[in-house]
């Protein structure tokens, strides 16, 4: 991906992926995140729950049964009939098995080689067809076809890519994911803050040396083209530049943060100072959230414990402050202001604007695959 952006070739993503399917041991240790949920985008995002919904609709509104329509469809690909625009859309609202998607791809196909780019400028049936590969779980097909030449212009638009990324996310497959990223650049499709957001998790995920450097050059494409990147994308970056080691990196994405008054934010600061070798400081942030007189209805800032049991640790070097930490802490505790909530846990919770929408997904699709405990202690050592 690093080499796309300049202009050259793929070995930059070829290398990122080799490099993150080398899986070191798990270290033994207290705070490994159980597996869980995982999420990116909502469906305020995805519209999942929206075509499912259409889905529904279509299929009570059909004027005759499911496998007459589809077979009316083979008839017009056999005699190499035009196929027209609401023939495409009910067909694939009316897939429900992998086979039926076969049928859509070689229909899409025909509708594409008769209709050309110009027919989708009155409707993109990329998303449609992302959306039910997300439903019936296929990711081998979404990729294939969102590759194709032969294909060019009909997935235009970024939801499409956007949507094969999240699958590919939650499926673990983040090498994947970032190859579908490099093809979503390749076709100049233009980033926006959702991309950008998809990015750094992905290079977060890869965790090695050639993703951090696609992150950081992602961010920087960003801040030049003036697109206002999304807090965790940010913090994505700073504990991609953690694993890495590289405090500088941590530190810099730390000052491209603005909002400031979320738990996210608050506890990578206080692993950037420790790093740092900044005791005083994390001291001082932390006496600072004790102090702050925050009003019931206010969410006050939460530490994790994991957080805290690293930075106790590292305390023990220095007995006046490890006393000054264990009153903190007891205040911290006292005031519920301690979450078991792991660092990782905290990356991938919903903005609380999206909870209300993100609410009535579905799931058991929309779920991502537990963090894995290395990385989760790597973070912190």
Same mark, same amino acid.
């Given at each position: ?12 993503? *070829? ?7 080398? *899986? ?14 995982? +999420? ?6 995805? %519209? ?20 007459? +329509?589809? %077979? ?15 023939? #495409?859309?009910? #067909? ?7 086979s039926d998607v076969e049928l859509a791809r070689k229909v899409i196909y025909r509708y594409h080689e008769q209709n050309g780019i110009k027919s989708l400028h009155s409707f993109k049936f990329g998303p449609l067809f992302m959306r039910l590969c997300f439903e019936l779980d296929l990711e081998t097909p979404a990729v294939e076809l ?57 290079? +977060? ?5 050639? !993703? ?12 030049? *083209? ?7 994308? +940010? ?23 603005? *909002? ?38 206010? %969410? ?8 805290? !049991?690293?930075?106790?640790? %590292? ?18 505790q006292a005031s519920g202001r301690i979450t078991t909530c792991t660092l990782e846990d905290m990356l991938f919770q919903i903005p609380s604007s999206k909870k209300t929408t993100a609410k009535h997904l579905n799931q058991k699709q929309l779920g991502y695959q537990g963090a894995n405990p290395f990385w989760s202690n790597l973070l912190?050592?």
């Open positions: 991906m690093a080499a796309v952006l300049a202009g050259g070739s793929g070995r930059a993503v *070829r290398e990122a992926a080799r490099r993150s399917a080398v *899986r070191l041991p798990t270290p033994s240790g207290w705070g490994y995140a159980p597996a869980g949920k995982r +999420y990116l985008l909502t469906e305020e995002d995805i %519209k999942l729950q929206e075509f499912q919904q259409m889905k529904v609709t279509i299929k009570h509104e059909l004027h005759c049964s499911k496998d007459q +329509y589809f %077979k009316n469809i083979k008839e017009k690909l056999k005699k190499n009939g035009i196929i027209l625009k609401n023939e #495409l859309k009910k #067909l694939l609202h009316l897939c429900q098995t992998s969102i590759k194709d030449q032969n294909l060019h212009g009909f997935f235009s638009d970024s939801t499409s890519f956007h949507i094969l990324m999240t699958m590919l996310f939650k499926k673990g497959h983040f090498e994947s994911a970032l190859e579908v990223l490099v093809e979503m650049k390749k076709q100049g499709i233009p980033f926006n803050k959702e991309t950008y957001l998809l990015a750094a998790a992905i290079c +977060y995920k890869l965790g090695n040396p050639e !993703s951090s450097k696609i992150s950081a050059r992602l961010l920087e494409e960003a801040q030049l *083209r003036g697109v206002m990147v999304p807090l965790r994308a +940010y913090c994505f970056a700073v504990a991609t530049a953690l694993k890495q080691n590289d405090v500088a990196q941590a530190k810099f994405y730390c000052s491209q943060i603005m *909002r400031t008054e979320n738990k996210l934010y608050s506890n990578l600061k206080v692993l950037v100072q420790l790093r740092s070798g900044l005791l005083k400081e994390v001291i001082n942030t932390l006496e600072a959230a004790v102090e702050v007189d925050t009003p019931p209805f206010v %969410k006050r800032t939460e530490f994790s414990e994991q957080v805290l !049991s690293t930075v106790r640790e %590292k305390m023990e070097e220095n007995p006046d402050l490890s006393v000054k930490l264990g009153n903190i802490y007891t205040k911290l912190l050592e």
